[in-house]
């Protein structure tokens, strides 16, 4: 059972939308519902909050720390596909330094970059192993920790971005994207799919060929700051504005 658990063969491949996926992403939804309504209470118990953020520091550190562990175990750890250079790995590892340190540049980079590529990845991922393989529990659990932490920055820490926010997040992901492709370059490799599409479905299916799905990327970020600023403040600012 630990050997399959571990196992770097494949015996039964990822399903999209399967009852194991599905599950998964009903519990990260009910943790985060439970973060927003009891933001309040958790907020007024310094020791909560602390355990909170402790635990959500905990659960990022030990997913990537075991991944690499997994990779060198099972023989696969390689410079040009495992290195923590994709955007939910770069997020991951912001999101750690974030919890540290309560950095608001962070805080802001994590919420809309964060949110942003962590929640396609947990809508389509680019997985190919089934639960209950290790792959499978680490993928969710990185991916949901990244999103959790974001969203205790803002219901818990108080975070609030602005406008700038989202045009500092922007510009700070297009030069992440532009030193990860150096490195591509550099290492033959394509991470953050910067030199082409990943083998598995994703959205990026649905904005054409190289290179042309680069400038679509470009726009459905801003779209998505966008829209995370308007739905998380914009929204509830008008509506607390209507109750006065």
């Not at 550190?61 to 250079?85: F, G, K, N």
Request: a positive charge.
């Amino acid at each position: 059972m630990v050997a399959s658990f571990f196992s770097s063969t494949i015996s039964e491949p990822f399903s999209a939308f399967s009852t194991a996926h599905l599950s998964a992403l009903g519990l990260f939804a009910v943790f985060a519902i439970l973060m927003f309504i009891f933001r309040d209470k958790i907020r007024s118990k310094p020791k909560l909050t602390q355990a909170i953020r402790f635990t959500l520091l905990a659960a990022l550190v030990a997913a990537e720390v075991s991944l690499h562990i997994w990779y060198i175990a099972s023989d696969v750890w390689s410079a040009q596909y495992t290195l923590p250079l994709e955007l939910c790995s770069l997020m991951l590892l912001a999101a750690i330094l974030m919890l540290i340190t309560r950095s608001r540049f962070l805080a802001g980079l994590v919420f809309f970059a964060g949110i942003g590529g962590a929640l396609q990845a947990l809508l389509t991922p680019n997985l190919a192993y089934a639960y209950p393989h290790f792959r499978f529990v680490q993928f969710f659990v990185a991916h949901a920790a990244i999103i959790l932490s974001a969203l205790y920055m803002i219901w818990i820490e108080r975070f609030r971005p602005t406008w700038r926010t989202v045009w500092t997040a922007l510009l700070s992901l297009n030069v992440i994207a532009l030193i990860v492709y150096l490195l591509d370059w550099l290492l033959d490799a394509n991470y953050m799919f910067l030199r082409g599409k990943p083998d598995t479905p994703s959205i990026l299916d649905m904005f054409g060929d190289y290179p042309l799905y680069l400038l679509a990327e470009e726009l459905l970020a801003l779209f998505t700051f966008v829209t995370l600023y308007i739905m998380f403040f914009v929204i509830p600012d008008a509506l607390r504005r209507k109750k006065q």
